[in-house]
């Protein structure tokens, strides 16, 4: 293809790509500065002198969120969380989407089911309600008020189904004259074609059972059971300097609330930045034919 390459047509990528740039720089930025805070000193960073880079480097705000046994002890629940909620969240919207994908001929009630899913995505309970009935079922300080509740991501099932239906049908027609069943086609045609909204949903799911901290505040009453990131929202705050040591009074001097705030930040951004580089192949391929509905 030969590309009529013109002085107007330089000059719109030209702007294009100083656009995206500067977007980028606006969005690392934050990050950045974030991690030059974290590693600055408590005075350096109330000055305001911290800009790009860390003033007095000091590790005492990771030091203090790591000397504490407390703080593996979140960390674990939270793996637990992600493991135990990931899991969930793709065989439940496997299993959900599949049936949903198929023709109302195949499944008679598919869209009275379609219709109900999309509600509840809309309108919920609220907050009251949800939390009698977690408490109901006796599930209060366990890592199952954690994952339950949360089973059924309503846009991962809706983003999946879609994807199915982009699946051609002569794989259905195929299947069927092998003698293939429906757990079958799931299994051996349908997932393994769907791996890049596979790996979407699979992102979506870890990263809001990592960043979630709210539910871990209100449906854990103890400590120990808290995930990371309701331990980490609850540090500052639970701070009790009755019965420190003197050495632990310095450690405490040379915090602030900005330096342990950003340290917080970096903890937690960084296993998700660790893992988004190999599913990242996959995101934007999945998200954009798993939302296209034919």
């Given at each position: 293809?030969?590309?009529?390459?013109?002085?107007?047509?330089?000059?719109?990528?030209?702007?294009?790509?100083?656009?995206?740039?500067?977007?980028?720089?606006?969005?690392?930025?934050?990050?950045?500065?974030?991690?030059?805070?974290?590693?600055?000193?408590?005075?350096?960073?109330?000055?305001?002198?911290?800009?790009?880079?860390?003033?007095?480097?000091?590790?005492?705000?990771?030091?203090?969120?790591?000397?504490?046994?407390?703080?593996?002890?979140?960390?674990?629940?939270?793996?637990?969380?992600?493991?135990?909620?990931?899991?969930?969240?793709?065989?439940?919207?496997?299993?959900?989407?599949?049936?949903?994908?198929?023709?109302?001929?195949?499944?008679?009630?598919?869209?009275?089911?379609?219709?109900?899913?999309?509600?509840?995505?809309?309108?919920?309970?609220?907050?009251?309600?949800?939390?009698?009935?977690?408490?109901?079922?006796?599930?209060?300080?366990?890592?199952?008020?954690?994952?339950?509740?949360?089973?059924?991501?309503v846009f991962n099932v809706i983003l999946l189904v879609n994807y199915f239906r982009s699946?051609?049908?002569?794989?259905?027609?195929?299947?069927?004259?092998?003698?293939?069943?429906?757990?079958?086609?799931?299994?051996?045609?349908?997932?393994?074609?769907?791996?890049?909204?596979?790996?979407?949903?699979?992102?979506?799911?870890?990263?809001?059972?990592?960043?979630?901290?709210?539910?871990?505040?209100?449906?854990?009453?103890?400590?120990?059971?808290?995930?990371?990131?309701t331990y980490i929202q609850q540090l500052v705050v639970q701070i009790n300097t009755d019965?420190?040591?003197?050495?632990?009074?310095?450690?405490?001097?040379?915090?602030?609330?900005?330096?342990?705030?950003?340290?917080?930040?970096?903890?937690?951004?960084?296993?998700?930045?660790?893992?988004?580089?190999?599913?990242?192949r996959f995101f934007i391929h999945g998200i954009m034919l798993g939302s296209v509905k034919?």
């Open positions: 293809m030969v590309r009529n390459v013109t002085l107007m047509s330089r000059t719109a990528d030209t702007i294009i790509i100083a656009i995206l740039v500067i977007s980028s720089l606006l969005c690392i930025f934050p990050i950045w500065y974030t991690i030059a805070v974290s590693f600055s000193d408590k005075a350096a960073v109330a000055a305001g002198m911290v800009t790009f880079w860390p003033v007095d480097f000091t590790l005492s705000s990771y030091k203090k969120i790591l000397q504490e046994q407390a703080f593996f002890t979140a960390f674990g629940v939270l793996l637990k969380r992600v493991i135990l909620g990931g899991i969930i969240n793709f065989v439940v919207c496997a299993m959900m989407a599949y049936p949903l994908s198929r023709t109302p001929e195949q499944f008679r009630f598919r869209n009275v089911y379609m219709w109900f899913i999309v509600f509840t995505m809309l309108f919920s309970g609220g907050l009251i309600p949800w939390f009698v009935t977690i408490k109901s079922y006796g599930l209060l300080d366990t890592i199952w008020a954690l994952v339950l509740p949360t089973a059924v991501p699946i051609p049908k002569d794989m259905d027609e195929a299947g069927m004259m092998d003698g293939a069943g429906p757990w079958y086609m799931l299994i051996k045609i349908y997932l393994p074609l769907s791996v890049p909204v596979l790996a979407t949903i699979t992102l979506f799911s870890i990263v809001g059972h990592w960043n979630s901290f709210f539910d871990g505040l209100i449906l854990m009453n103890k400590q120990e059971n808290y995930p990371l990131q019965n420190m040591t003197t050495e632990e009074l310095r450690q405490m001097a040379q915090l602030s609330n900005k330096t342990l705030n950003a340290a917080k930040i970096v903890i937690s951004m960084l296993p998700i930045l660790v893992v988004y580089p190999f599913l990242q034919e």
